[in-house]
């Protein structure tokens, strides 16, 4: 097989400079099963990390759903057909607040940017409010939202960006002030988008806040800011690209698990367990909105292999019983995270196949940000894949597939025991 530095070398060439890879020696990966990834040379890695085959890699009941459909018929929506329509009927049911109607797109970028539209149909207004480190997609649009990097032209005045929440330092100072400094923030910003005559439309979030370094919430945390919104007369989209599909074990729906009744829910990586599929569900009168001002037509949204692909994804979470699994196992392996023991861990913190190490350094959590990644690395060198989180990426993220079991549990705790040893404090 090729080397990594050839492979390196020929990917600038064809696919141009600066393309992102996980960890200072790439994995090339070419084979995987469940939560079990292999490289070219034979060497196995236990995948921590990746929601994208929600229900494991090359899961057989998923590969059979899209080769039988492949066989058969793929074309695009403006051609009938049952698929998508029982996909829609069977996701919907899984849902409460009147969300009913469904436009199924490839990405979870389209999803949020269809999303924001949305907002900006119903409401007549431009104004978007999102955290100052969250991440929705990389459309023209969902980009402006990031909060790594940026656009070409500089920020856009009709963002505004409130400060996310914390664990460690909670804003109004303490964790029982922190719901009510969230939603101020936010109506501060509603103001100031009224106030420059953009006025205010939409609030995304994660209800999970993934990116933000999924800090500890109680349920009810969003009240007062869905008060402040809806008093504003905007609408709420939640982002449940990386929480949703029951990954966090006791709920299906990030919104669910926080108490949140959102206007519009997207999707997107989990939907198909790594085939390009992802959604928008809303409210029947949203849809409607957006249909007549917007006239939106995706050709390969909700295509029939799609549909296919998605309808195994939810046959294979009941059958299987992942979401339970998700719930049991996630609570052993917090377990025994809880148990590691080094000067460097601040926190442990998640809920289900959704669970994380936040570091800190002498209290200050930017400079763990070294420790973090060398703590990545060595979990690499030992083979399990995982990446870092949080503001300043000091915290590590795990995620792994939801058939991940007990067994493999261990192995991830005592390798991150054996890494987090290895390196000087």
């Known amino acids: 097989m ?3 530095a050839t492979l ?29 990834l292999w490289d070219a040379d034979g060497h196995r890695f236990l995948d921590c990390y990746n929601n994208v085959p929600h229900v494991g890699h090359a899961h057989p009941k998923v590969v059979e759903a899209i080769t039988r459909q492949a066989a058969t018929l793929n074309t695009h929506t403006r051609y009938l057909h049952e698929g998508i329509l029982d996909y829609a009927e069977r996701l919907t049911d ?3 607040h009147d969300l009913e109607t469904l436009i199924m ?7 949020n940017d269809i999303a924001l539209r949305m907002g900006r149909a119903v409401t007549g207004k431009t104004g978007i409010v999102c955290t100052d480190n969250t991440y929705h997609g990389n459309t023209d649009l969902v980009s402006h939202l990031s909060a790594k990097k940026t656009p070409i032209g500089g920020a856009v005045d009709w963002v505004k960006k409130v400060p996310s929440p914390d664990t460690l330092a909670p804003l109004g100072g303490s964790v029982d002030a922190q719901p009510q400094a969230f939603a101020d923030e936010i109506q501060k910003a509603i103001d100031a988008l009224e106030a420059e005559g953009h006025g205010f439309g939409t609030l995304i979030l994660c209800p999970f806040f993934a990116n933000e370094g999924f800090p500890d919430l109680p349920k009810g945390f969003l009240d007062p800011t869905v008060e402040v919104v809806r008093r ?6 939640a982002d449940e690209v990386q929480p949703g599909f029951g990954r966090t074990g006791r709920n299906f729906w990030g919104h669910d698990r926080i108490g949140l009744a959102p206007d519009i829910v997207t999707m997107g990586k989990p939907m198909g367990n790594g085939h390009p599929v992802a ?7 949203i849809m409607a909105e957006f249909r007549t001002r917007f006239g939106y037509f995706n050709t390969f949204g909700g295509n029939p292999v799609s549909a296919a692909a998605a309808m195994a994804v939810l046959d294979v979470l009941e059958d299987e019983g992942l979401v339970e699994n998700a719930r049991d196992t996630g609570d052993y392996t917090l377990g025994l995270l809880k148990e590691l023991d080094h000067p460097m861990i601040a926190d442990i913190r998640g809920a289900g196949m959704f669970l994380g190490v936040e570091f ?6 930017q400079a763990a940000a070294a420790f973090c990644a060398q703590t990545v690395e060595g979990m690499r060198e030992r083979g399990v894949l ?18 991940f079991d007990k067994a493999q549990a261990d192995v991830l705790v005592e390798t991150l025991s054996a890494t987090l040893k290895a390196l000087p404090a």
């Open 105 to 111: 797109v490839c990405t979870g970028s389209e999803a």
């Open 232 to 237: 504003a007369g905007g609408v709420i989209i």
């Open 360 to 365: 800190a350094k002498d209290g200050d959590t």
């Open 2 to 4: 090729p080397e990594i």
């Open 94 to 96: 899984t849902m409460q």
């Open 279 to 285: 959604a928008v569900v809303t409210r029947p009168e």
């Open 386 to 403: 995982l990446h870092s989180v949080g503001r300043h990426y000091h915290g590590i993220k795990i995620r792994p597939p939801m058939c």
């Open 8 to 36: 390196l070398k020929r990917r600038a060439r064809l696919l141009g400079p600066n393309m992102t890879t996980f960890y200072d020696n790439p994995v090339h990966i070419v084979r995987g099963d469940g939560a079990w």
